[in-house]
């Protein structure tokens, strides 16, 4: 079967082929039509296009995003695999410093391993996920902006906002797509619940409730790099505040929190039992609730009342079967693992991501969300420690 070529609108050619092999010299600027793909030269404005077929091109992998993973812990696993079975990119590139771990995962997914540098200058590397310890978000950001990569990073940008500022502006310089790993947007509960919210089931919102309490806490060695509870653990319930609340940001944070699990915590500067009172301008309020022991499992529930009925996304069981006998009634227990609990909104954030890049549609989680939320832990680790409601600069 001969080659067909014909230019497409943006001047990238594209062929046709049965069986057959493409040529030397522009095979690599050709586009396979039969997987209907177009891809762009310019990464910078974000005009990735592509309907991968997920079976019958041999040469479909080619044209696949390709990513390189900064960090192969619990999280990097999470987001490699859920790369490596998207049908729609692949990585090509798995950095950690422990090298046996990063060995251990490019052969679960396929790619090969290098340093962090030479993952981000590699010219066979579209996006950089960062999965690697708090404290060096910020400086992998702008290394990967200024080489011109796109990226999705893992909360928090930095445990500073003035930090998260000097990043952002780097990464608006450079042109580059940004976005943030707050997951529990692309959770399909919540993201329910926040459509019919918006969609005016329930009316105007009026009380937000956010419970989340993990089974134990990680290791002390995390905990003293992590920023404390507020920016670590509850930077998700923010975010998902503001995510809720709509264009209505908090005013005011009112924190209380202490050491009730572990005295090692303590010893380490941070609490594991924290509530948080927020306002907004219009009176509208925010309790957010956090606890690094649940005997039961991860807890994780939402409930919004509203001025005409109230929405609610309770914990996820492993079946709904219910037994009721004399004593009463029993329910099958929750998911231990923020993994496990979470699955299906990783999987969704990698597809978000791969439609940003894709299709230009707009980050659910942008490097504003990342700084708004950083906003409100630090006024929440300004108000435990004065003891005093704060105003959210």
């Not at 920023?227 to 209380?256: C, K, S």
Request: charged share 25%; proline share 4%; glycine share 8%.
């Amino acid at each position: 079967m001969k080659h067909q070529f014909r230019k497409s609108v943006n001047s990238e050619y594209m062929f046709h082929f049965g069986d057959c092999i493409p040529p030397e010299g522009e095979a690599k600027r050709q586009l396979c039509q039969c997987c209907a793909i177009t891809r762009s030269t310019s990464l910078k404005s974000i005009a990735f296009t592509a309907n991968v077929a997920r079976v019958g091109c041999a040469f479909r992998e080619d044209f696949m995003l390709r990513f390189g993973i900064l960090g192969a812990g619990r999280i990097g696993n999470v987001h490699a695999r859920a790369i490596a079975s998207s049908g729609r990119a692949r990585v090509g590139y798995i950095a950690d410093a422990m090298p046996d771990a990063a060995q251990k995962l490019a052969a679960v997914v396929g790619a090969k391993t290098g340093s962090v540098e030479e993952i981000i200058a590699a010219s066979d590397v579209d996006a950089i996920l960062i999965a690697t310890p708090t404290d060096t978000h910020a400086d992998l950001i702008e290394q990967a902006a200024r080489a011109g990569k796109a990226i999705l990073c893992e909360k928090p940008v930095s445990l500073s906002v003035e930090r998260i500022r000097a990043c952002l502006q780097v990464v608006e310089k450079a042109g580059v797509p940004l976005m943030i790993g707050f997951h529990r947007r692309y959770d399909p509960n919540f993201a329910a619940l926040e459509k019919r919210l918006r969609s005016g089931e329930i009316g105007e919102p009026e009380i937000i409730t956010i419970t989340c309490r993990d089974p134990s806490a990680p290791p002390v060695s995390y905990i003293e790099r992590s920023g404390g509870l507020y920016r670590d653990m509850m930077i998700h319930d923010f975010d998902m505040a503001r995510f809720l609340l709509g264009d209505e940001e908090p005013v005011t944070v009112h924190a209380l929190g202490g050491v009730l699990t572990d005295p090692e915590i303590g010893k380490a500067g941070d609490i594991d039992t924290a509530s948080v009172q927020m306002q907004t301008a219009s009176g509208r309020i925010v309790v957010i609730t956090n606890s690094r022991r649940a005997t039961y499992g991860h807890d994780q529930r939402i409930e919004v009342h509203g001025s005409k009925g109230l929405l609610r996304a309770a914990n996820i069981h492993d079946t709904t079967v219910e037994m009721a006998n004399q004593v009463g009634w029993t329910q099958d227990k929750i998911p231990f693992s923020f993994v496990e609990r979470y699955q299906a909104a990783y999987t969704a954030e990698i597809e978000k991501f791969l439609d940003f890049l894709e299709k230009g549609e707009a980050p659910r989680a942008s490097g504003h969300d990342g700084l708004m939320a950083q906003k409100l832990a630090e006024a929440a680790s300004e108000s435990l420690k004065t003891g005093q409601v704060v105003a959210v600069k």
